[in-house]
């Protein structure tokens, strides 16, 4: 079973940083794609960024430039680094991955991410 652990979320005034962490645990046994979606109230869940297991990275332009995502393949985790931070981006962050040759998707529980302005 693969669980997803995040951290890092909270409240942070308009132009502060947040830094987003995600722990893949238990049997993976090769991760595709690993990235982070984000659900404001009311809104659709939206991709934010995401990176291949090579280390390829793409952005929603609307954090193009202020985001920045990395993963370590040996500890199988993603973060994202978030500067400049908007009222906008107010929204719970999840953390998704992508895993196998069957592309199996598992998301992590979400975490708070709250700009103030």
């Known amino acids: 079973q693969v669980q997803l652990v995040e951290s890092g979320g909270g409240l942070v005034q308009a132009g502060g940083s947040l830094r987003l962490s995600c722990a893949a645990s238990?049997?993976?046994?090769?991760?595709?794609?690993m990235g982070w979606y984000r659900q404001a109230p009311g809104k659709q869940r939206e991709l934010v960024a995401q990176?291949?297991?090579?280390?390829?990275?793409t952005y929603a332009t609307f954090v193009m430039g202020r985001f920045t995502i990395s993963r370590d393949n040996a500890k199988n985790t993603v973060n994202l680094q978030m500067s400049s931070l908007k009222p906008e981006d107010t929204a719970v962050y999840f953390c998704?991955?992508?895993?196998?040759?069957?592309?199996?998707?598992?998301w992590g529980q979400g975490t708070q991410v709250s700009v103030s302005s």
């Open positions: 998704n991955i992508v895993v196998g040759p069957y592309r199996y998707v598992y």
């Open positions: 238990g049997t993976i046994h090769s991760i595709n794609v």
């Open positions: 990176v291949s297991s090579g280390g390829t990275a």
